[in-house]
C-alpha cells in the first residue's frame, strides 16, 4: 500500500522519535528544567527587554494605523507660523526681489570701485611699498630681506643646497667669479673674453652697487656672450673690444 509502506529497517530500541525528539528541549534530560512565574513578572519583562523584530512598547505593538497618519502636536490655530512657513518663507514680491546694492560696497567711503582688469588688490607678501620697522630677525614681516612667498612655495634647486637668492646678488670679485665659474664648466673662457664679459656685467646690468658684478650679473652677460657665439660661431664684438682694451691695459 503506497499510504503505508515504508522502507527501510525500523529501530529495534524503545526510545524511538529521531529528530523532532533531539529538536524539543523538553525531553532532553540534561537541559535545565523551564521555571513557571508569574504572568505578570512575564509581561514585565517582555515589555523592559527588547524583543526581535517588535517594538518593546506594548502601546506601538497594537497601533495598525496606516502609514501617512503624523505624529506629535499640532500647531496652535491661527496666525502662528508652523514649520511649513518657516521653510517656505512669506515674503512679498518686491522682497524677493534683488537687493540695489547688490554687489557693492554698503560701507560709507568704500563704494569708489575700479574698473581696471590689472588691479592687484590686497598686502603683498614682501612689503617693498614701506620702508622696515625695524631690523629685528624676529619680524615677521619680510621687507625684502627674506626670500619671497613664490620661493617659498617652489623652492630652486638651489635653495635644497643652501644657497639663497641674496648670494647670487652679493658682490663678488674678478678671481672669485673666476674660480666660481671654472669649478662649473667655464674654464675654457680667455682671460680677455672673461675680462669683457665682466665689464658688459658691471656696466649693462644692475643687480648690485653701480660698477660692482654679481654671479647674477655676470650669468647674464656670460649668456649673451654664448647666444652670439651659438648663432655666429664668433665671439660678439663687444667681447672682442673688450679684451683688446684689456689687453692694452695689461701692457
Known sequence: DPSSHRFGVVARHADAGGVSKCLDPDTDAL????????????????????QVGKPRALGLAAYKRAPPDSFGRPPASGDTWGAAECLRGDFTEEEMMPDADLGKATRPGFRNTTTDPDRVFGIPSLRTDVPPRNFSIAEPQNFGQDAPLKSLVNPSRFMTRGVDHSDFAKKREVAELRELFDSIGYSYLSPGAFAAIYQRAAERYDVTEPGSVSAEEFKRA??????????????PEWCRAGAGAAAAEAE
Open 31 to 50: 537541559a535545565p528544567a523551564a521555571k513557571v512565574i508569574p504572568r505578570r513578572v512575564a509581561a514585565a519583562r517582555m515589555f523592559s527587554t527588547d
Open 222 to 235: 656670460l649668456a649673451d656672450y654664448l647666444e652670439v657665439v651659438e648663432d655666429t660661431g664668433e665671439e
